[in-house]
Protein backbone atom coordinates (compact mmCIF):
# COMPACT_ATOMS: atom_id res chain seq x y z
CA UNK A 1 0.00 0.00 0.00
CA UNK A 2 1.49 3.05 -0.72
CA UNK A 3 1.86 5.57 2.36
CA UNK A 4 -0.29 8.70 2.85
CA UNK A 5 2.10 11.86 1.64
CA UNK A 6 2.17 13.15 5.01
CA UNK A 7 3.22 9.64 6.30
CA UNK A 8 6.17 9.89 3.68
CA UNK A 9 7.12 13.26 4.48
CA UNK A 10 7.04 12.54 8.54
CA UNK A 11 9.38 9.25 7.77
CA UNK A 12 12.11 11.33 5.95
CA UNK A 13 12.20 13.49 8.28
CA UNK A 14 12.02 10.40 11.46
CA UNK A 15 14.76 8.97 8.91
CA UNK A 16 17.00 12.24 8.88
CA UNK A 17 16.59 13.18 12.61
CA UNK A 18 18.00 8.98 13.36
CA UNK A 19 20.73 9.28 11.46
CA UNK A 20 22.18 12.53 12.63
CA UNK A 21 21.56 10.89 16.71
CA UNK A 22 23.82 7.98 15.01
CA UNK A 23 26.54 10.50 13.83
CA UNK A 24 26.58 12.43 16.67
CA UNK A 25 26.76 9.15 19.21
CA UNK A 26 30.28 9.66 18.23
CA UNK A 27 31.40 12.51 20.12
CA UNK A 28 32.09 11.33 23.54
CA UNK A 29 34.42 8.75 21.79
CA UNK A 30 36.08 10.82 19.26
CA UNK A 31 36.91 13.69 22.53
CA UNK A 32 38.61 10.55 24.51
CA UNK A 33 41.38 9.81 21.19
CA UNK A 34 42.27 13.04 21.50
CA UNK A 35 45.43 13.35 23.04
CA UNK A 36 46.79 16.71 24.56
CA UNK A 37 44.32 19.45 23.58
CA UNK A 38 42.68 21.67 25.80
CA UNK A 39 38.65 22.54 25.40
CA UNK A 40 39.17 25.57 23.83
CA UNK A 41 41.21 24.59 20.84
CA UNK A 42 39.30 21.63 20.59
CA UNK A 43 36.02 23.76 20.28
CA UNK A 44 38.25 25.79 17.66
CA UNK A 45 39.50 22.77 15.73
CA UNK A 46 35.88 21.30 15.34
CA UNK A 47 33.68 24.18 14.81
CA UNK A 48 36.28 25.43 12.37
CA UNK A 49 36.55 22.00 10.35
CA UNK A 50 32.46 21.72 10.51
CA UNK A 51 32.33 25.43 8.91
CA UNK A 52 34.47 24.32 5.66
CA UNK A 53 32.43 20.98 5.57
CA UNK A 54 28.99 22.82 5.38
CA UNK A 55 30.27 25.50 3.40
CA UNK A 56 31.56 23.21 0.72
CA UNK A 57 27.93 21.62 1.34
CA UNK A 58 26.18 24.95 0.30
CA UNK A 59 28.94 25.40 -2.65
CA UNK A 60 27.13 22.23 -4.55
CA UNK A 61 23.95 23.96 -4.18
CA UNK A 62 25.18 26.12 -7.07
CA UNK A 63 23.80 29.46 -5.22
CA UNK A 64 25.88 32.10 -3.81
CA UNK A 65 26.71 31.55 -0.06
CA UNK A 66 26.12 35.23 0.46
CA UNK A 67 22.57 34.42 -0.54
CA UNK A 68 22.24 31.99 1.27
CA UNK A 69 23.45 33.61 4.01
CA UNK A 70 21.28 36.58 3.83
CA UNK A 71 18.17 34.37 2.95
CA UNK A 72 17.77 32.75 6.31
CA UNK A 73 16.97 36.49 8.08
CA UNK A 74 17.60 36.78 11.93
CA UNK A 75 15.10 33.32 12.31
CA UNK A 76 18.04 31.84 11.10
CA UNK A 77 20.94 33.55 13.05
CA UNK A 78 19.08 32.22 16.42
CA UNK A 79 19.17 28.77 15.00
CA UNK A 80 22.95 29.25 14.69
CA UNK A 81 23.40 30.95 18.58
CA UNK A 82 21.55 27.99 19.45
CA UNK A 83 24.09 25.19 18.28
CA UNK A 84 27.37 27.26 19.04
CA UNK A 85 26.00 27.22 22.63
CA UNK A 86 25.18 23.25 22.32
CA UNK A 87 28.48 22.68 20.43
CA UNK A 88 30.41 24.66 22.81
CA UNK A 89 28.80 23.26 26.07
CA UNK A 90 29.35 19.82 24.58
CA UNK A 91 33.06 19.60 24.70
CA UNK A 92 33.15 21.54 27.88
CA UNK A 93 30.84 18.88 29.59
CA UNK A 94 32.68 15.44 28.56
CA UNK A 95 36.15 17.54 29.89
CA UNK A 96 34.23 18.02 33.20
CA UNK A 97 32.32 14.64 33.53
CA UNK A 98 31.23 11.47 32.14
CA UNK A 99 30.33 10.59 28.78
CA UNK A 100 27.17 8.67 30.07
CA UNK A 101 26.02 11.37 32.29
CA UNK A 102 26.69 14.10 29.80
CA UNK A 103 24.72 11.86 27.32
CA UNK A 104 21.92 11.00 29.72
CA UNK A 105 21.56 14.47 31.03
CA UNK A 106 20.31 15.79 27.57
CA UNK A 107 17.58 14.29 27.65
CA UNK A 108 15.92 17.16 29.23
CA UNK A 109 15.87 18.20 26.08
CA UNK A 110 12.27 16.24 25.05
CA UNK A 111 10.91 18.41 28.39
CA UNK A 112 12.15 21.50 26.91
CA UNK A 113 11.32 21.61 23.25
CA UNK A 114 7.78 19.92 23.86
CA UNK A 115 7.18 23.42 26.61
CA UNK A 116 8.60 25.50 23.98
CA UNK A 117 6.83 23.97 20.94
CA UNK A 118 3.23 24.49 22.85
CA UNK A 119 4.13 27.76 23.78
CA UNK A 120 5.40 29.24 20.46
CA UNK A 121 3.86 26.76 17.71
CA UNK A 122 0.66 25.59 19.61
CA UNK A 123 1.49 22.30 19.10
CA UNK A 124 -0.36 20.03 20.62
CA UNK A 125 1.30 17.50 23.06
CA UNK A 126 -0.32 13.55 23.22
CA UNK A 127 -1.22 12.25 27.14
CA UNK A 128 1.45 9.73 26.59
CA UNK A 129 4.18 12.05 25.93
CA UNK A 130 3.18 14.21 28.68
CA UNK A 131 3.59 10.94 30.80
CA UNK A 132 7.29 10.68 28.94
CA UNK A 133 8.01 13.84 29.73
CA UNK A 134 7.46 13.09 33.54
CA UNK A 135 9.64 10.14 33.21
CA UNK A 136 12.18 11.52 31.39
CA UNK A 137 12.38 14.81 34.56
CA UNK A 138 12.28 11.54 37.23
CA UNK A 139 15.30 9.86 35.23
CA UNK A 140 17.03 13.71 34.99
CA UNK A 141 17.04 13.63 38.70
CA UNK A 142 18.10 10.34 39.52
CA UNK A 143 21.26 11.20 37.54
CA UNK A 144 22.25 14.72 38.46
CA UNK A 145 21.55 12.69 42.36
CA UNK A 146 24.40 10.40 40.96
CA UNK A 147 26.56 12.91 40.13
CA UNK A 148 26.89 14.64 43.33
CA UNK A 149 28.57 11.66 44.31
CA UNK A 150 31.74 12.20 41.80
CA UNK A 151 31.37 13.99 39.02
CA UNK A 152 31.49 17.49 38.00
CA UNK A 153 27.98 19.18 38.91
CA UNK A 154 30.21 22.13 36.65
CA UNK A 155 29.52 19.30 33.65
CA UNK A 156 26.05 18.59 34.51
CA UNK A 157 25.03 22.50 34.53
CA UNK A 158 27.10 22.28 30.90
CA UNK A 159 25.31 19.42 29.54
CA UNK A 160 21.80 21.08 30.17
CA UNK A 161 22.78 23.90 28.22
CA UNK A 162 23.41 21.65 25.52
CA UNK A 163 19.66 20.38 25.56
CA UNK A 164 18.76 23.94 26.28
CA UNK A 165 20.62 24.92 23.03
CA UNK A 166 19.30 21.37 21.21
CA UNK A 167 15.87 22.59 22.07
CA UNK A 168 15.66 25.79 20.42
CA UNK A 169 16.81 25.26 17.56
CA UNK A 170 14.29 22.23 17.39
CA UNK A 171 11.31 24.35 17.76
CA UNK A 172 13.17 27.61 15.47
CA UNK A 173 13.25 24.79 12.99
CA UNK A 174 9.93 23.58 13.11
CA UNK A 175 8.59 26.94 13.52
CA UNK A 176 10.89 28.35 10.05
CA UNK A 177 10.80 25.18 8.20
CA UNK A 178 10.17 26.73 5.10
CA UNK A 179 13.42 28.35 5.28
CA UNK A 180 16.67 26.31 4.65
CA UNK A 181 18.59 25.54 7.96
CA UNK A 182 21.96 24.28 6.38
CA UNK A 183 23.19 28.39 6.30
CA UNK A 184 22.06 28.41 10.00
CA UNK A 185 24.14 25.56 11.51
CA UNK A 186 26.85 27.12 9.19
CA UNK A 187 26.33 30.37 11.50
CA UNK A 188 26.52 28.03 14.30
CA UNK A 189 29.94 26.77 13.48
CA UNK A 190 31.33 30.16 12.80
CA UNK A 191 29.91 31.83 15.94
CA UNK A 192 31.86 28.96 17.83
CA UNK A 193 35.06 29.21 15.94
CA UNK A 194 35.33 33.09 17.23
CA UNK A 195 33.85 32.97 20.13
CA UNK A 196 37.03 29.84 20.73
CA UNK A 197 39.47 31.35 19.43
CA UNK A 198 41.09 33.71 21.72
CA UNK A 199 41.13 31.16 24.24
CA UNK A 200 42.59 28.44 21.87
CA UNK A 201 46.29 27.59 20.76
CA UNK A 202 45.53 26.38 17.07
CA UNK A 203 48.95 25.74 16.71
CA UNK A 204 49.51 23.67 19.08
CA UNK A 205 48.27 20.18 18.33
CA UNK A 206 49.87 17.41 16.90
CA UNK A 207 49.33 15.70 13.65
CA UNK A 208 47.56 12.73 15.25
CA UNK A 209 45.22 15.40 17.05
CA UNK A 210 44.27 17.59 14.20
CA UNK A 211 42.96 14.57 12.21
CA UNK A 212 40.96 13.39 15.09
CA UNK A 213 39.68 16.94 15.56
CA UNK A 214 39.03 16.94 11.31
CA UNK A 215 37.22 13.88 12.14
CA UNK A 216 35.16 15.62 15.18
CA UNK A 217 34.21 18.28 13.24
CA UNK A 218 33.43 17.98 9.83
CA UNK A 219 32.32 14.06 9.89
CA UNK A 220 30.49 14.51 13.22
CA UNK A 221 29.36 18.20 13.94
CA UNK A 222 28.94 19.11 10.23
CA UNK A 223 27.39 15.77 8.62
CA UNK A 224 25.20 15.53 11.58
CA UNK A 225 23.91 18.98 11.53
CA UNK A 226 23.09 18.68 7.71
CA UNK A 227 21.01 15.41 8.38
CA UNK A 228 19.31 17.49 11.48
CA UNK A 229 18.05 20.72 10.12
CA UNK A 230 16.64 19.10 7.75
CA UNK A 231 14.67 16.28 9.71
CA UNK A 232 14.00 18.65 11.96
CA UNK A 233 11.39 20.91 9.96
CA UNK A 234 9.23 17.63 8.92
CA UNK A 235 8.37 16.51 12.73
CA UNK A 236 6.74 18.21 15.84
CA UNK A 237 9.62 19.94 18.34
CA UNK A 238 8.72 17.14 21.12
CA UNK A 239 8.72 14.31 18.55
CA UNK A 240 12.22 15.38 16.90
CA UNK A 241 14.15 15.81 20.55
CA UNK A 242 12.52 12.21 22.25
CA UNK A 243 13.76 10.70 18.54
CA UNK A 244 17.53 12.22 18.81
CA UNK A 245 17.83 11.18 22.33
CA UNK A 246 19.37 7.78 20.35
CA UNK A 247 22.60 9.74 20.53
CA UNK A 248 21.91 9.26 24.12
CA UNK A 249 21.89 5.79 24.14
CA UNK A 250 24.38 4.75 21.33
CA UNK A 251 27.14 7.31 22.76
CA UNK A 252 26.56 5.73 26.41
CA UNK A 253 26.82 2.32 25.10
CA UNK A 254 30.21 3.40 23.31
CA UNK A 255 31.33 5.33 25.97
CA UNK A 256 30.73 1.58 28.20
CA UNK A 257 32.03 -0.60 25.82
CA UNK A 258 35.42 1.13 24.81
CA UNK A 259 36.22 3.24 27.86
CA UNK A 260 34.69 1.70 30.66
CA UNK A 261 32.32 4.33 31.77
CA UNK A 262 30.00 2.47 33.28
CA UNK A 263 27.18 4.87 34.78
CA UNK A 264 26.37 4.91 38.53
CA UNK A 265 23.70 2.62 39.74
CA UNK A 266 21.37 5.53 40.67
CA UNK A 267 22.11 7.26 36.70
CA UNK A 268 21.92 3.60 34.94
CA UNK A 269 18.48 3.48 36.42
CA UNK A 270 17.20 7.01 35.29
CA UNK A 271 19.00 6.24 31.82
CA UNK A 272 16.99 3.07 31.60
CA UNK A 273 13.95 5.42 32.50
CA UNK A 274 14.41 8.13 30.21
CA UNK A 275 14.96 5.50 27.42
CA UNK A 276 12.17 3.05 27.57
CA UNK A 277 9.72 6.11 27.83
CA UNK A 278 10.88 7.56 24.63
CA UNK A 279 10.89 4.41 22.43
CA UNK A 280 7.06 3.95 24.50
CA UNK A 281 6.76 7.02 22.95
CA UNK A 282 8.24 7.10 19.74
CA UNK A 283 6.41 3.21 18.86
CA UNK A 284 3.25 4.81 20.03
CA UNK A 285 3.28 7.77 17.91
CA UNK A 286 4.09 5.62 14.92
CA UNK A 287 1.15 3.36 15.80
CA UNK A 288 -1.20 6.66 16.04
CA UNK A 289 -0.24 7.89 12.54
CA UNK A 290 -0.33 4.28 11.03
CA UNK A 291 -4.30 4.30 12.44
CA UNK A 292 -4.70 7.81 11.06
CA UNK A 293 -3.72 6.86 7.89
CA UNK A 294 -6.00 3.78 7.42
CA UNK A 295 -8.59 6.11 8.83
CA UNK A 296 -8.03 8.73 5.77
CA UNK A 297 -7.65 5.80 3.36
CA UNK A 298 -11.14 4.35 4.08
CA UNK A 299 -12.72 7.80 4.21
CA UNK A 300 -11.32 8.82 0.96
CA UNK A 301 -14.45 8.44 -2.27
CA UNK A 302 -13.67 6.35 -4.94
CA UNK A 303 -13.03 8.44 -8.04
CA UNK A 304 -15.82 7.55 -10.52
Known amino acids: MTLHPDRQHALRGMFLIASAAIVWSSGGPIVRYIDSVDAWTTIFWRSFTACLFLLSFMALRRRRIITQFVGIGLPGFLVG ?18 IANTLMIMSAAPLIAAVLGRIFLGETIRPITYVTIAAVICGFAL ?26 SIVLT ?82 WIFFGEAPGTTALVGGVIVMVSILTDTLSGAAIDRRRAVIQHETVPPVS
Open 143 to 168: MVCDSLHGWSLTGDFFALLIAIGYAV
Open 174 to 255: RRYHHIGMIPAACWGTIISTFVSLPLASPTAITTHDFAILSLFGAGQLGLGLALFVTGAAMLPAAHTALLGMLEAILGTLWA
Open 81 to 98: VSFSCSSISLVIALRLTT
